[in-house]
């Protein structure tokens, strides 16, 4: 009974993988194998397991978390410590950043725009403590330390003695801009200003101020005091001072920092528009949301890329696709159909409806008025809609966020291959057991890749365009692992 819910439970926490499947047949042999046999078996199963491509997956994954640190050239540049520093805003994002630095041992203020707000910050910090003291993640002691270092202000003044400023106000750079000239303001001269912005340019907002080298980013991700990533992201003049504080700071937060350049969307983000993208356009030719997220889960993901939609909120990338609008590519075909769900308020499932509808209960059902909408903007766009199989699904997302991940390599906005493996799974939820992004891209391989851009590029040359650095690595034969910025 106990190995059969166990295998139960494996086939929805571990699908794809095999070795937790191997373990339970395994234990089974207990029941009906004498101990010598069951060695001998148990050592077969390992030595097998040990040359297979997830347990290759797996070792790159541990290394490559393991070798995300400061580079030697910052040695120099390295604060002995962090133990004062500043949060400004006090919304979710900010009160998960404030609560990984007290937690951490920093004294932190937050700082809002009125004392209502403050006091709401206040509330979500103390809700933090408690959930943590509720799971047994902290302690008693520990939860009034917590407390004692922690206060929330009206006042920049209050920001005078940190080290470091870390901004989480909404996604608008005139608002950025202006906390930071606040900033400057009222600290040292040789504080660190770091903006937690997801998709603006780093390099506007150092413009803006007095000296544009204290400014880098730091880019958490939701739930920040959970989530291990953490995007620095280096701005054009962003001082070797600078950077060295965000991997002290990333590494007194227990966080595995990863290195990125400025561009829309930096590593992760930018991966994920390529990824919507690729799914939109599979609705507007022939699939359905909740069989793109069945695909996806089937690969290995927690969420399929609509439920993850629903779960955050459809109006946030709304905001971010209209913040786009001046500068998108009009070659480049858009799909409206998110848009129009928009339009419908259909913002996911804080409104009960999104991609799927949601009951009082929570559970998820898919809505034929959504399949609806799909099929007249198809019929809109002159688009005859045709069947496209699971297998069909995965490849297209994997190929298209591969491609992306080849630009972002070629245009050295990131280091190296494995900075990309560590965001998609620490930041994205691409299955550790695949070893990230671009590890599973070299197990594919570079003539693979491109011969399945090419089968869909006829689709539209233009968004199917193969990467630069994918089709010198077919000439080469060389791939993504060797390539280094």
Not at 317 to 341: E, G, L, W
Request: aromatic residues 6%; neutral net charge.
């Amino acid at each position: 009974a106990a190995l059969a819910k166990s295998n139960a439970g494996l086939a929805r926490r571990a699908k794809g993988q095999i070795a937790p499947v191997k373990a339970t047949e395994l234990v089974s042999l207990t029941s009906r194998t004498n101990f010598a046999d069951g060695m001998a078996a148990e050592r077969d199963c390992f030595l097998a397991l040990r040359q297979s491509e997830q347990a290759k997956a797996l070792r790159h994954l541990f290394f490559a978390e393991r070798g995300a640190k400061a580079p030697a050239a910052l040695t120099n540049h390295m604060p002995k410590i962090i133990d004062q520093a500043v949060v400004v805003g006090g919304g979710t994002m900010g009160a998960g950043i404030a609560h990984a630095l007290v937690r951490a041992g920093i004294t932190t203020v937050t700082i809002e725009t009125n004392e209502a707000a403050a006091k709401q910050a206040a509330a979500r910090a103390e809700s933090l403590i408690e959930a943590g003291v509720k799971r047994g993640l902290i302690k008693g002691q520990k939860a009034d330390e917590m407390r004692s270092r922690y206060s929330v202000s009206t006042e920049f003044a209050s920001a005078a003695n940190a080290q470091i400023a870390i901004e989480a106000v909404f996604e608008d750079i005139a608002v950025k801009i202006t906390v930071f000239q606040k900033l400057q303001e009222v600290m040292s001269a040789n504080a660190i200003l770091a903006s937690n912005t997801s998709y603006l340019d780093i390099n506007m907002i150092a413009a803006a101020l007095d000296d544009p080298s204290r400014l880098i980013g730091l880019h958490f991700f939701v739930p920040a005091h959970i989530m291990k990533l953490l995007e620095i992201i280096k701005g054009e003049a962003s001082a070797p001072t600078a950077l060295a504080c965000g991997f002290r700071l990333a590494k007194q937060l227990g966080k595995i920092p990863v290195v990125a350049g400025v561009c829309d969307g930096f590593i992760g983000n930018r991966i994920l528009a390529r990824y919507r993208e690729a799914a939109d356009l599979l609705l507007l030719h022939g699939a359905t949301s909740a069989q793109i997220d069945k695909a996806m889960t089937g690969f290995g993901y927690a969420m399929g890329p609509y439920e993850a939609q629903d779960m955050s909120g459809l109006d946030i990338a709304f905001a971010n696709r209209r913040r786009q609008d001046a500068s998108r590519d009009p070659n480049r075909t858009y799909v409206h159909i998110a848009d129009k769900m928009v339009e419908a308020g259909r913002l996911g499932r804080k409104t009960g409806l999104g991609w799927y509808s949601y009951a009082n209960d929570g559970k998820a059902a898919t809505d034929s008025l959504v399949d609806a909408l799909i099929v007249a903007e198809a019929d809109h766009a002159g688009i005859t809609r045709r069947h496209f199989s699971d297998d069909d699904i995965v490849k297209r997302l994997v190929l298209a966020m591969i491609n992306e991940g080849a630009n972002i390599l070629f245009a050295a906005i990131a280091q190296n291959a494995s900075d990309i493996d560590l965001v998609s799974v620490l930041g994205y939820g691409f299955p550790r057991w695949r070893g990230g992004l671009m590890h599973y891209a070299d197990q594919l391989g570079m003539a693979a890749i491109l011969a399945g851009l090419k089968d869909v590029s006829a689709e539209d040359p233009h968004i199917w365009q193969p990467s630069q650095l994918i089709l010198d690595a077919v000439k080469t034969k060389s791939d993504f692992a060797s390539f280094k910025n």
